[in-house]
């Protein structure tokens, strides 16, 4: 089993950055594929960003390239991800998510194991 939680969620002016945090546990963090996905009120939970088990390639959603970055430290057992110019419309609850293998990252189905979430508001 895996355990993922986030944290650095919050209210943000449209414009602004945040930077979330995704603390893993319960297997060798080197060994999973990390993602992140949001989901707004009402809406499907969509993928944001992944990135592979050594952090040399990285996968985003078009709605958020050049905008958002995900990292990882594998000696931290830590997966971020960096949020510049938020919208509006980046508002959503954002989740982590591992799974170990480099299959369908961009899809909910590609991953086994997830989060509680956090939350993110963008004020325009």
């Known amino acids: 089993q895996v355990q993922l939680v986030e944290s650095g969620g919050g209210l943000v002016q449209a414009g602004g950055s945040l930077r979330l945090s995704c603390a893993a546990s319960g297997r060798t963090f080197s060994s999973l594929v990390m993602g992140w996905f949001r989901q707004a009120p009402g809406k499907a939970r969509e993928f944001v960003a992944a990135?592979?088990?050594?952090?040399?390639?990285?996968y985003y959603a078009d709605s958020v390239k050049g905008r958002f970055t995900i990292s990882r430290d594998n000696a931290k057992n830590m997966v971020y991800l960096q949020m510049n110019s938020l919208k509006a419309e980046d508002t959503a609850a954002y989740y982590c998510?591992?799974?170990?293998?480099?299959?369908?990252?961009?899809?909910?189905?590609?991953?086994?194991?997830w989060g509680q979430g956090t939350q993110v508001t963008v004020s325009s």
């Open positions: 998510a591992a799974d170990l293998s480099l299959v369908a990252v961009t899809t909910t189905t590609g991953y086994d194991y």
């Open positions: 990135i592979s088990r050594s952090g040399s390639s990285t």
